[in-house]
Each structure stands twice: as structure tokens, then as C-alpha cells.
């Protein structure tokens, strides 16, 4: 009985290091990937755009840039988010997927979309805001709709329900 127990304890042992390794394997790829295509560097400069983005409109010499850059880099920075991003590649993509990704990315159509999705991001995102403001007068419109039916239907309340009353 012994001998048996040890047996299966060996077999599962072993399995368990095999998975082991394989996630090791697997994460050392992802993490790979992540240098191939300049991740840390891709999410350092989005979190020096949101302090940007939260510091605007606050005059410099109020201290507040440092105090905000720091809260942003704690919270959102690479080094606090690595693990969780790492984390969301593993579940989304196998090994093999990753490999074939850094593959990609090793050509030169992967290393041109590399290149340019910083631009053509920036390009959407100012299509999506002129598209926005070019057509705010629509939604204004909308809103101010929105409103006069709930003023209107107020007014029309205390009518109904003297009527009612009439009756």
C-alpha cells in the first residue's frame, strides 16, 4: 500500500511540475512578447497622458503635477499593472498563440503595425471628438426634447386629474 501511495503521489508530483514549467514557459512568452513590442513603454506613456489629462487645467505652481504623476504611476503604472496584464494574456492566449504573435510582430507588416497604431489611434480618436462636437447641436436639441416633454407632461398632470375629479 505504501509503495502504491508513493507511486501515485510521484505521478502527480511530476504532472504538477510539468504544469508548472508550463506556465513558466508560457508566461516567459508573454512577458517576451511584451518586450518585442514595447509594452512598458506603450503603458508609461498613456499614464503620463491621463496626469496629463487630470493636471490640465491646474496651473503648474500648485504643486499638484508631481502629487498626480505619482498617484497615476502607483496605481496604473506598468510595474503595478504587469502582473494583471500578464495575467489577462495567459487566459486569452496559448503558448502557441503567443509565439505566433511575436512571430508576427517579428515581420515587417508586425513591425508597420507597430509603427503606425500610435497614429492611426490618434487619427480615430480626433475623428471620433470633431465628429462629436460637429454634431453636439443634435443631441443639445435631443436633450432640450427630453426636457420639454417631462415639463409638458407635468403640466398635463394636474389637468388630467381634475378632470378626473369633474366626473
Not at 491646474?58 to 499638484?64: A, I, K, L, Q, T
Not at 502607483?74 to 503595478?80: L, M, S, T, V
Not at 470633431?130 to 394636474?158: C, I, N, T, W, Y
Request: proline share 3%; hydrophobic share 45%.
Amino acid at each position: 500500500m505504501n509503495k502504491y501511495l508513493w507511486a501515485v503521489l510521484g505521478v502527480w508530483l511530476g504532472l504538477c511540475g510539468w504544469c508548472w514549467a508550463d506556465e513558466a514557459s508560457h508566461r516567459q512568452a508573454v512577458e517576451e512578447l511584451f518586450d518585442q513590442i514595447g509594452m512598458e513603454a506603450t503603458v508609461d506613456q498613456t499614464v503620463q497622458q491621463v496626469a496629463a489629462a487630470l493636471t490640465g487645467a491646474v496651473p503648474e505652481d500648485m504643486g499638484y503635477h508631481d502629487a498626480v504623476a505619482a498617484y497615476v504611476n502607483k496605481y496604473i503604472g506598468w510595474e503595478a499593472l504587469k502582473d494583471e496584464v500578464v495575467a489577462l494574456y495567459l487566459k486569452a492566449f496559448t503558448e502557441p498563440e503567443v509565439n505566433k504573435i511575436k512571430a508576427f510582430y517579428g515581420t515587417a507588416a508586425g513591425l508597420k503595425l507597430l509603427d503606425q497604431t500610435p497614429g492611426i489611434s490618434r487619427e480615430i480618436s480626433a475623428s471620433v471628438h470633431r465628429r462629436l462636437v460637429e454634431h453636439s447641436p443634435e443631441l443639445m436639441q435631443g436633450m432640450m426634447d427630453a426636457d420639454f416633454k417631462v415639463f409638458k407632461d407635468a403640466l398635463d398632470l394636474p389637468a388630467a386629474e381634475a378632470a378626473d375629479t369633474a366626473q
